[in-house]
């Protein structure tokens, strides 16, 4: 390939998600020339669909601990451009924060709000953007790295490169530089959905699919308790999913892939244990009229739906007069409804995660600077990397701060 009558970038970013965008307004700040080069029609597709269109941007309680991936990288990066350097940053644009326990929001509740300073930034800043425009292949002359698109063939002395993993492939991450990356000597740890729900043995809520409920969730891992969360539970025809799910799920799918038994044990009444539940129980089964059957006994304690599933899971037909039942059986109800346990199959697909677990080693870049040690003048950001954070904020978080740090170091 020729670079004659070509320009050539002092970086070229791949990539123009939340990490690219920041990547690309850190570098051309410093004066740098910047192409950003985006494979859909627009940047930012997936910004727009983050927290349900209302984008929670980044969180206040910001540590390594939330994050699955070598803390001390981790925790180094956020220290370069933390919490309270992506509020101001954002304040700074025009995105005054709404926080939510933590949580933060624009003001605007509305994703469209933080792509659209975004986007004026990097005219402010001069970035060239491209979209429609698919890296397919890099290689290197001794001027420059010479990327080969769907568009033409564009130069830069440095790269860097924020295509994402997997997550949602129609928002535009659908690994198609893959290859390329790939071809430059970079090695990938398995790349497998996160925050999502998992298809359970037997399909155990097919019946009460959409219910939500709180409940306090349990992660064992062949046999020991890896971790516990506590929040909204969604039962659905293939298994479970929400927040607390989605907590769980890269310790989860890592450990499905490394074929270890993953369960959960599921307690709907996270305020009680068993015995504290049996012991409700035998009070209302004193309190209970004649008629009054097993199915009225629960009513109130969980959603009406679920009564008649935990039920029949403890053995106990719901019609069953309540006078009848045995402190064997209240026990057994108690059992059920605090610790009910599935067995999870599998993750779901990637097109229903928000994030995925893998990437790019973090042992192959240079943590100061996020260059890769294999290919010097290429720098990595976002997803891409072997980090992932829980739900919340902190995925985008990542994204702004290692956009932020390529961003500055790049060149
Ligand atoms: C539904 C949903 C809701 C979410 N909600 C939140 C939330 O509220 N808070 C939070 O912190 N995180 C949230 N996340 C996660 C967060 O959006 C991601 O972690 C973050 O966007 C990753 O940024 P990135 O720049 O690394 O990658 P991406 O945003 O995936 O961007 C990568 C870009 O690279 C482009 N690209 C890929 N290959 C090529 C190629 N060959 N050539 C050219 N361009 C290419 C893609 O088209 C894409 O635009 C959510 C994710 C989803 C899917």
């Known amino acids: 390939m020729s670079r004659k009558g070509k320009k050539i970038w002092d970086v070229i970013i791949i990539g123009a998600g939340a990490s690219g965008m920041m990547a690309a307004i850190t570098a051309a700040g410093r004066g740098k020339s910047v192409l950003l080069l985006e494979q859909m029609d ?3 597709k997936k910004l727009l669909a983050t927290g349900n269109g209302k984008c929670n941007y980044t969180n206040a309680h910001m540590q390594a601990e939330c994050f699955h991936g070598d803390p001390v990288f981790v925790q180094h990066i956020l220290d370069r451009f933390s919490h309270q350097d992506c ?7 025009g995105i005054y924060p709404k926080e939510k326990n933590g949580y933060f929001y624009p003001n605007s509740e509305q994703a469209a709000s933080v792509l659209q300073v975004l986007e004026r930034e990097l005219i402010r800043r001069k970035v060239t953007l491209l979209t429609g425009t698919c890296l397919k292949q890099i290689e290197q002359d001794s001027y420059s790295y010479i990327c080969d698109t769907s568009a033409g ?4 002395k440095n790269l860097i490169l924020a295509t994402g993993l997997l997550a949602a492939p129609k928002l535009g991450s659908n ?5 390329a990356i790939k071809e430059l000597g970079h090695r990938f740890m398995p790349i497998l959905p996160a925050l999502c729900g998992f298809y359970c043995d037997g399909m155990p809520f097919k019946k009460v699919s959409g219910v939500r409920c709180e409940a306090l969730l349990t992660l064992s891992i062949d046999g020991q308790v890896a971790e516990k969360e506590r929040g909204e539970l969604q039962l659905t025809d293939y298994g479970v999913s929400g927040i607390p799910v989605f907590q769980l799920s890269s310790p989860a799918v890592r450990a499905l892939y490394e074929k270890k038994a993953v369960r959960m044990q599921i307690n709907f009444l996270p305020q009680m244990d068993s015995k504290a539940l049996s012991e409700e129980l035998q009070g209302r089964r004193e309190r209970s009229y004649e008629e009054e059957t097993a199915e009225q006994l629960l009513c109130g304690l969980v959603n009406q ?7 029949v899971s403890a053995g106990i037909k719901p019609d069953t ?17 605090t610790q009910t346990e599935v067995t999870l199959l599998r993750v779901r697909e990637a097109e229903y995660a928000q994030v995925c677990t893998g990437g790019i080693r973090t042992t192959d870049v240079n943590p100061d600077t996020l260059e890769s040690l294999i290919c010097p003048g290429v720098y990595i950001a976002g997803e891409l990397l072997d980090v992932d954070g829980i739900c919340g ?6 994204a702004w701060s290692t956009g932020y740090v390529a961003g500055q170091s790049v060149g």
């Open 42 to 44: 627009k940047p930012g």
């Open 153 to 156: 063939c564009y130069y830069g």
């Open 321 to 337: 007069k309540t006078i009848m039942l045995s402190d064997k059986c209240l026990r057994a109800i108690a059992k059920v409804l």
């Open 87 to 93: 509020v101001a940053f954002f304040r700074e644009l």
């Open 393 to 398: 904020g902190y995925n985008l978080q990542w």
């Open 175 to 179: 690994g198609s530089a893959f290859g």
């Open 305 to 311: 739906k679920l009564i008649g599933v935990c039920l």
